[in-house]
């Protein structure tokens, strides 16, 4: 069984940092392009974050998150990271990780990916 688990999530105050997993169980998340994604009550879905399969770049989809938030994997342990720091009421929202094996889905509508998790809630509030 195919599936993507995210961990990570909880609350936390303006300014401080989280770091959410996504963790693949079932197949190998080195051959596959990682996104990551959000959305809060009421508002679309939105990416946050992505690292391509093949060549290994990673990208921030919107202002908000440059500087702020940054994608990684660790292969050994088969999982990609979302480090966010400095983080704002506004990031506030279920975070969503999803993969694919196409290396150019990070350009692509989130709907290109093939595989989601079930995200992990992230609050940020004083």
């Known amino acids: 069984q195919l599936q993507l688990v995210e961990s990570g999530g909880g609350l936390v105050q303006p300014g401080g940092s989280l770091r959410l997993s996504c963790a693949g169980s079932?197949?190998?998340?080195?051959?596959?392009?990682v996104g990551w994604f959000r959305q809060a009550p009421g508002k679309e879905r939105e990416g946050v974050s992505c690292?391509?399969?093949?060549?290994?770049?990673?990208?921030n989809y919107g202002d908000s998150a440059k500087g702020r938030f940054t994608i990684s994997r660790d292969n050994a342990k088969n999982t990609v990271y979302l480090q966010m720091n400095s983080l704002k009421p506004e990031d506030t929202a279920m975070y969503y990780c999803?993969?694919?094996?196409?290396?150019?889905?990070?350009?692509?509508?989130?709907?290109?990916?093939?595989?989601w998790g079930q995200g992990t809630q992230v609050t940020v509030s004083s």
């Open positions: 690292i391509s399969s093949t060549s290994g770049t990673s990208t």
């Open positions: 999803a993969a694919d094996p196409r290396d150019y889905v990070c350009y692509s509508p989130p709907e290109a990916f093939g595989f």
């Open positions: 079932g197949f190998t998340l080195d051959y596959y392009t």
